[in-house]
Structure formats: C-alpha cells, structure tokens
C-alpha cells in the first residue's frame, strides 16, 4: 500500500466514514472499528507519522498534542476516573497494523497486566 493511503489517511481526507469522538487542528479521534473494550478509540495527528520509531525530533509537537487529546477523549467518555490504558503498537512483533501512527485508547472494563 502506498505510504499516502492508509486507512487513516482515508479517514482524514474524508475518503473513509469514522465515528468521530473529537477533532482539532492537530488531531483526530474516532471509535475504532473492532473494538476490543467498551471504549475503544484511535487518536491520529493529522500530520503524517508512520511510528513511534520513525519519529523525528520535529514531530515532539504532534506527539504531545496526541497525548492531550487521548486525556482529552477520556474526559469527554467519563473515564478518566475509572481509568484507560494508552497503547501505540509499533511494528510487526508490536501488532502495528495501519503504519499511520495511533494511540489506541481502552477503558470501560478492567484491563489485563501484562496484555499477553
Ligand atoms: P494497530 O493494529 O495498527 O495498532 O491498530 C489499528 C486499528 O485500526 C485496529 O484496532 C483496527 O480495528 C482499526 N481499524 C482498521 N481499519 C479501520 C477503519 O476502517 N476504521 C476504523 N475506525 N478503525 C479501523
């Protein structure tokens, strides 16, 4: 698949229905579509970042902006009290699917330590 046309890609240029959960300048958030907990949802800098890994010292902004929305969401779902876990897959062994990088956020149920 083309760098350029991830799903995520899609998503941000419209191509592709999400449920949306939030949008600002910077990011997006939307339900993610197989989700693996009551609350599940991406959060994507609208700025192309493939990984953790291949990020550079110019994306520290985008980073940051991801993590605020990801509190952000949490507030917004009323989970923020009972709790979520954050988690960007990165690479095959990280179960990295989309190479769009994504901050999952999980919440609504007790979540398992380590995920095994
Ligand atoms: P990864 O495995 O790369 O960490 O996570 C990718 C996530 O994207 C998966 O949890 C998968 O369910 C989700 N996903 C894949 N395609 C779509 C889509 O078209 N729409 C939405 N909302 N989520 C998707």
């Given at each position: ?14 191509e592709i229905p999400c ?24 959060i994507i800098p609208k ?70």
């Amino acid at each position: 698949m083309n760098a350029q046309n991830t799903i995520f890609d899609r998503i941000l240029r419209g191509e592709i229905p999400c449920k949306k959960v939030f949008e600002d300048e910077h990011t997006l958030a939307f339900y993610d579509i197989a989700p693996q907990a009551p609350v599940h949802v991406l959060i994507i800098p609208k700025t192309r970042i493939v990984n953790v890994a291949s990020a550079e010292a110019g994306h520290t902004d985008q980073l940051g902006r991801v993590l605020q929305t990801a509190a952000h969401v949490g507030r917004l779902l009323g989970v923020a009290d009972s709790g979520y876990r954050l988690v960007f897959n990165n690479g095959p062994d990280g179960g990295q699917s989309v190479d769009y990088l994504h901050c999952h956020l999980l919440a609504g149920r007790p979540l398992a330590w380590p995920p095994g």
